[in-house]
């Protein structure tokens, strides 16, 4: 079947084609086109199906109107909820999303930067993955739009926007040294990134400032690429070389889970053999019993406020950015757990 031309919308809707590109283009009333024969042009554009060429319509308009987002893992809860925050924002501007994962591996994140570029997309929105400085520098050198959520890089100077880690960590464990909980451990992935660092930053500040002494062998660092298993082996090792351990911080959600089963396994009651406490809410937290304390993460906080920031770079006529930096409290969610 003949693909359907401009043209032929034109001498559907009997307009000249330069009229039906105006329109479709949404620079109907900057050309001064009137309603009615608007109106009329989409009208015969969607009975008759007509798509426009988008390689075409890029070249033409310098947009693709489509967005690209990276994230670590679109399996992963936060992140689900993050892209689907993201889309429907974005949707409400008009425009499209790609998403892809990195699963925090800066080479693929490497080549997904340029798949995305190949596509020409107008914007990309990243969680970085370790090692990713180069490329994201590359993008800001290039002057294209961009925007990093959930960490960030210090040495990038890019909009970004997160959870302030530390405060989030501290109001946790302010609660658990209040209820007399002094021995806690802390649960953490090996990767180097700033949302990280600033989690251990909040867990060794608290302890410090209510005189309690920090503990390496209460740290478990885990490694992020290992076989589930093993990971809970460990887990289950570092709670029985520790038994005087009378709370747990878990610093991501996932971590969290993995403790559960451990607990399970080992056959401890929550809060009364050990407290838990995460960092990010999950599904399971609310309904694993007594449920779980957590560290919320202000999810359409940061996917709004990222889709400003982005939009505000794609917009040829706004002014410098106020404000570039952005970090959104977090919210102590109290449960059974601790």
Do not use: W
């Not at 079947?1 to 307009?15: C, E, I, N, Q």
């Not at 930067?113 to 050198?141: C, F, H, N, S």
């Not at 887990?235 to 351990?245: G, K, M, R, W």
């Amino acid at each position: 079947m003949k693909r359907l031309t401009l043209k032929d919308v034109a001498k559907m809707a009997g307009v000249a084609p330069s009229t039906v590109s105006f329109v479709l283009n949404g620079k109907g009333k900057q050309m001064r086109i009137r309603d009615e024969v608007a109106t009329r042009i989409m009208q015969v554009a969607e009975k008759s199906g007509y798509e426009p060429h988008r390689m075409a319509v890029n070249l033409r308009t310098g947009q693709s109107k489509t967005l690209g987002l990276i994230v670590e893992s679109i399996s992963g809860s936060f992140f689900a909820s993050l892209a689907k925050t993201i889309e429907t924002e974005a949707e409400r501007k008009g425009y499209n999303v790609v998403y892809c994962s990195t699963e925090n591996n800066a080479q693929k994140g490497g080549e997904l930067i340029r798949m995305l570029g190949r596509q020409m997309v107008d914007g990309y929105l990243i969680t970085p993955a370790p090692g990713m400085e180069k490329e994201i520098q590359q993008l800001v050198q290039q002057h294209k739009p961009v925007v990093l959520m959930d960490s960030y890089f210090p040495s990038i100077k890019t909009p970004y926007v997160l959870i302030n880690n530390f405060d989030g960590v501290q109001q946790g464990m302010k609660h658990l040294i209040s209820k007399g909980f002094t021995k806690i451990g802390f649960v953490m992935v090996d990767v180097k990134l700033i949302q990280i660092e600033e989690r251990l930053r909040g867990y060794t500040t608290a302890l410090k400032e209510h005189k309690i002494p920090v503990k390496k062998k209460y740290i478990l660092q885990l490694q992020y690429h290992r076989q589930r298993e093993d990971s809970l082996n460990e887990l289950q090792a570092f709670i029985e070389a520790n038994p005087e351990l009378d709370a747990i911080f878990f610093s991501t959600n996932y971590l969290g889970i993995l403790g559960l089963e451990v607990i399970a396994r080992m056959g401890l009651k929550m809060p009364d053999d050990i407290a838990v406490l995460c960092f990010d809410d999950h599904d399971i937290f609310r309904l694993y019993p007594p449920g779980i304390s957590v560290i919320e993460q202000p999810i359409e906080g940061i996917a709004k406020t990222a889709i400003d920031l982005l939009m505000h770079q794609l917009d040829k006529n706004s002014g410098p950015m106020k404000k570039t930096a952005v970090e959104l409290p977090g919210k102590f969610i109290l449960r059974g757990s601790a």
